[in-house]
């Protein structure tokens, strides 16, 4: 996956979120995992990144799973 599609999926996850959170009565669990797969997202771009940055292939960055990518520290 390029550097653009991941982009793209974050645009789109972020509409969606912002999209949700202006009603009322916005479906919670859904925003939840919204906010969990942006948090994948964003890691995949930071993984392909580094490896860009030190020479290596940036395909060979693979998605974190949730448990993983929710657990960094801040």
Do not use: W
């Not at 982009?7 to 669990?29: F, G």
């Amino acid at each position: 996956m390029e550097d653009a599609a991941i982009i793209q999926r974050i645009n789109d996850l972020v509409a969606e979120e912002e999209k949700l959170l202006e009603t009322p009565k916005h479906d919670a669990a859904r925003v939840r995992e919204l906010e969990v797969m942006l948090d994948q997202c964003f890691d995949l771009l930071r993984q392909r990144r580094a490896k860009r940055e030190f020479g290596l292939d940036p395909e060979s960055a693979t998605p974190r799973d949730a448990a993983t990518v929710e657990n960094y520290e801040q």
